[in-house]
């Protein structure tokens, strides 16, 4: 199949798992072409079945805010012509989901061409800023109109019924995580350099928004350090990071934390840790928590969202209401105070990621993809 994928190129969950999925359905033969305007953070390396075009928003004088989403659709019809795609598949529905319906309707008008369009939902483009009420009618109207949808949870699955008068079926696909990746034995310079007297590691990972609450995941750390030595990875950046390091400051513990910044090898950093610490207001589900997993470290979260369908209170981990930072940390010192008890967790963890891998989830897109095909090879001349 050629296959156009649409996302963001960032470090979010909605663009690492775009980028993961292309470079899958790259490896076994299908052509991708990712549209976007840079080059996708975790496309790395070279394929001879990926291709990347890039998204250019010209800048006039008229415009405070250029207009990507008609250059996206133009692009995206370009893109289909002149590399006679298959299908377009995008992920978060604003605002690719209403350019792949504008670039279908100019292919439909233009070329007689008849493209499949797919929108995967991610989270915050439903929960979040889809529910403004300056985007609903759009996001709605686009998604509907979509030939197939898909969301990474059940958990997201309801809430965009909820949110959205959605009258076509949403299928789960969930998340994956390529564990063969992330299962690497941890170099030992790199944990020393972090904690030289063997103390324990928690991470945290996000782009330090405010549904984060990473000032959660500090105090959570403070607790925890008073009682059992121990060191703070703190990955990412964002416009709360700041705020966490005076937060650091504040409670005496900034020797202890260290801020590493965006990273794109996470499964280096994943393997040197013993327990990752997510505390999200939401989340639709929780990629980073599944790579730590992967990583064999369980994972202490809030109970938010599609948390509670990846970290099973008890086994991978444990789970609190959002804002509880004393039962948080009370659950983090009962993992990480003996080490049976942790190693336990650790492989608890892994055989969870196990479920969620990328050789499970890839051919459920890909089937989805080929029901979508077939009317229109039936439709075709013999």
Known sequence: MRIGIVCYPTFGGSGVLATELGMALANKGHKVHFITYQQPVRLMGFNANIFYHEVRVPTYPLFDYPPYETALASTMVDVVLNHNLDLLHVHYAIPHASAAYMAKKILQTNDGRNIPVITTLHGTDITLVGRDKTYEPVVTFSINESNAITAVSQNLRHETYQSFNIKKDIAVIHNFVDVSRFNKKPIDAFRKALAPNGERVLIHAS?????????????????????????????????????????????????????????????????????????????????????????????ISSNAGGLPEINIHGQTGYMAPVGHVAQMAEHAISILQNDDTLETFRQQAYAQACCFDIQHIVPQYEALYQTLLEPYALAEPL
Request: aromatic share 6%.
């Open 207 to 299: 782009n330090f928004r405010k549904i984060k609450r990473v000032d959660d995941v500090i105090r959570i750390f403070a607790i925890v350090n008073k009682q059992l030595p121990s060191k703070l990875m703190m990955v990412g950046d964002g416009p709360e990071r700041h705020a966490a390091e005076e937060l650091c400051r504040e409670l005496g513990i900034s020797e202890h934390v260290r801020f590493v910044g965006k990273q794109d090898q996470m499964e280096e950093i994943m393997c040197i840790s013993d327990l990752f610490l997510l505390t999200s207001e939401y989340e639709s589900f929780g990629l980073s928590a599944l790579e730590a997993m992967a990583a064999h470290v369980p994972v």
